[in-house]
């Protein structure tokens, strides 16, 4: 019996790599593959996704709200917000802009376009001048006054152990008084004849009548629209001291730090935003918000004392039916807490710090 042959296997074309520094490759390369193609795969750039016509690309793991393809389901659903600003906002404010440059008798019955008349007589008026800086008194006051009361409160918060709730409440109930009220409770707490606080302050000598003296008549309504606006404060501070990481203030009492030296060194900086918004709400309600406390209290005296811009323009809208100037009054009054809201973001907000 003849001896078989061995069968010879083809040998498996060996390739010739340089030898490379590092790690070796764990990629092999396949017979017929040279290096220049192996190359000129790995360099092809890789063209980035293009989100598909309305379908915007956004990161995973997000959420988008579907209201449908249409945009009238979106439309319904903004529309009564929609009315409200166009019945209430705009149309009032087109309309002010309109009645601004004209002249017309009470009545509506002769109507003359007189441009920019009725501003320029405003500005050449010394009464509405006057009334100007005691606008700024007014609010700059006010504003202080809220915000330095508030965070004294929000810091005794923390302080209270008992009757804790009890305390929130009587902070709190101011805010459900009507500004007519808080202003004629001040102004019957603060009457020089039957008023108890008034007759507190004979008693320390101090001379104190409201009705006659114009400073006193300031700080009356000042410190009745301060008292109003206090819990509002109160609750963004209140709110925003919980969100305070308790483990820098433990920290600091470890270090050695007191409470309030924790509240003013600690706190107090991480509620800088609440603090930066606060204080632009309280200059829009001195603004347009305080006309109800003017009213009942003082009437815009003694001459003129309290005649703040709001006031101003309701007295010469609708008591000497000067519609023409009290418009322009209401452009201008909205262009003045404009440019107070713009300097303020111009200049105090980089000095906030938005980090926690």
Request: hydrophobic residues 50%.
């Amino acid at each position: 019996m003849k001896a078989s042959s061995p069968i010879l296997w083809p040998e498996a074309p060996t390739v010739q790599t340089a030898p490379q520094s590092g790690l070796a490759r764990s990629q092999h390369t396949s017979p017929g593959e040279s290096a220049a193609g192996r190359k000129a795969v790995a360099d092809r750039p890789v063209k980035a996704r293009t989100p598909r016509r309305g379908h915007p690309d956004r990161e995973p793991g997000l959420k988008r709200a579907n209201f449908g393809r249409g945009a009238g389901l979106p439309t319904l659903l903004l529309l009564p917000q929609l009315l409200i600003l166009a019945f209430f906002f705009f149309i009032p404010s087109l309309r002010a802009l309109m009645q601004s440059v004209l002249l017309s008798d009470p009545f509506g019955s002769n109507v003359q376009l007189v441009w920019f008349d009725n501003f320029k007589a405003l500005f050449a008026n010394g009464e509405y001048r006057q009334s100007i800086v005691t606008t700024i008194w007014f609010t700059v006051a006010q504003n202080v006054i809220t915000l330095a009361v508030a965070v004294v409160l929000a810091f005794a918060t923390d302080r209270v152990v008992r009757g804790r709730s009890v305390y929130r409440t009587l902070i709190l109930l101011p805010y459900a008084i009507a500004p007519a009220i808080a202003g004629i409770l001040w102004a019957f707490l603060f009457n020089p004849v039957v008023g108890p606080l008034a007759h507190m302050l004979h008693a320390l000598g101090i001379s104190w009548d409201p009705n006659r003296n114009p400073n006193d008549a300031l700080w009356l309504v000042i410190m009745a629209a301060s008292w109003k606006h206090i819990c509002y404060d109160y609750i963004f501070l209140a709110v925003g001291l919980l969100a305070v990481p308790a483990s820098l203030m433990e920290a600091a009492a470890v270090d050695g730090a007191g409470p309030i030296r924790r509240f003013f060194l600690i706190a107090l900086p991480m509620l800088g935003p609440t603090v930066f918004f606060l204080a632009v709400m309280n200059f829009i309600y001195g603004f347009f918000e305080t006309f109800a406390i003017i009213d009942a209290v003082t009437h815009g005296g003694p001459a003129g004392a309290t005649n703040i811009l709001v006031y101003k323009v309701y007295v010469d809208g609708f008591v000497n039916l000067d519609l023409g100037s009290s418009a322009a009054q209401s452009v201008l009054l909205m262009t003045f807490a404009l440019i107070c809201t713009l300097l303020q973001f111009r200049y105090f907000d980089h000095k906030v710090n938005y980090g926690v």
